[in-house]
């Protein structure tokens, strides 16, 4: 025994335990476990022990206690944090997008060679009025339509503003590779030829790549794994007791329920 308080004993064991859960030195462990007596005692003799309430919050910290003890356990191995980084790395690394406007005179399947030769004409007429003035697509086809008309003569155009998009899509091939065969924004100085026309390509905006530095991407999959196998131990834990300690209710159970309006 280490002290006694109004005959309640605190004993060397219960203080080193408590000492090294609080990290507080012996003396202040002793200080604050007398203290819990008095408080506790006072509680006490004031009846708080018999009250509803005061045997709930018991009932609550024996279940936290349990609950440390047997489920909040932190045992994320190294090993499973970087077999979760090897399987789930793309979650972690966002890819370099890229938006674009584009001019695109049109071609069927079964255009003629005329038609096509009229397509890149206008296209490369484009181009170069693009990375002159750096005007808009729009303006420079209304601008051309003035000064070149012969050009539109065989050939339709729209202009669109395209989502952004990675390297590897959602556009065809040859518009992706246009798309990112330069490192900077502005015209792409050729024609680019797909299976819908001859494009002017404008890159407008470019989203660098963002990777998650390793030791966060390691945090919050160490938090995802804790709480998976914290939630795994719950369940079986509570399947356990259900086994062993089955629930019975009343017959009236539903209708008491019922009445309560939850």
């Known amino acids: 025994m280490v002290s006694r308080v109004d005959g309640e004993a605190i004993d060397a064991a219960e203080l080193v335990r408590f000492a090294g859960a609080a990290a507080l030195s012996p003396e ?13 005692q006072e509680a006490a003799r004031r009846g708080y022990a018999g009250a509803a309430h005061t045997e709930q919050i ?5 279940v936290q206690e349990l609950l440390r003890e047997a489920v909040e356990i932190d045992d994320v191995s190294e090993a499973e944090l970087a077999a979760a980084y090897a399987e789930q790395q793309a979650r972690f690394e966002r890819p370099e997008t890229r938006r674009s406007t584009h001019l695109l005179a049109e ?25 002159a ?22 050939v339709t155009t729209r202009v669109e503003t395209l989502q952004a998009a990675t ?25 680019v030829r797909t299976e819908f026309g001859y494009h002017a390509i404008v890159i407008t905006e470019i989203t660098p790549t963002v990777v998650t530095a390793r030791t966060e ?5 160490r938090a995802e794994l804790t709480t ?19 629930v019975r209710y009343g017959a009236d159970t539903e209708g008491r329920l019922a009445q309560l309006g939850l």
Request: hydrophobic share 45%.
């Open 28 to 40: 202040a462990a002793l200080q604050r476990l007398e203290a819990e007596r008095l408080l506790s």
């Open 107 to 131: 071609l069927r399947p079964q255009a003629t060679s005329q038609q096509v030769d009229a397509a890149r004409e206008l296209i490369e007429h484009a181009i170069a009025k693009l990375g």
């Open 167 to 191: 390297a590897t899509g959602p556009f065809v091939p040859e518009y992706s590779e246009a798309l990112f065969s330069q490192p900077e924004t502005g015209v792409v100085p050729r024609p």
């Open 228 to 246: 998976a196998k914290r939630k795994a131990r719950l369940d079986a834990l509570l399947r356990e007791l259900q086994q062993r300690t089955p």
């Open 58 to 62: 018991a009932r609550q910290a024996l």
């Open 133 to 154: 003035a750096g005007a808009a697509p729009e303006a420079v086809v209304e601008a051309l339509r003035h000064e070149r008309p012969a050009l539109f003569a065989n």
């Open 217 to 221: 991407a390691f945090a919050t999959l």
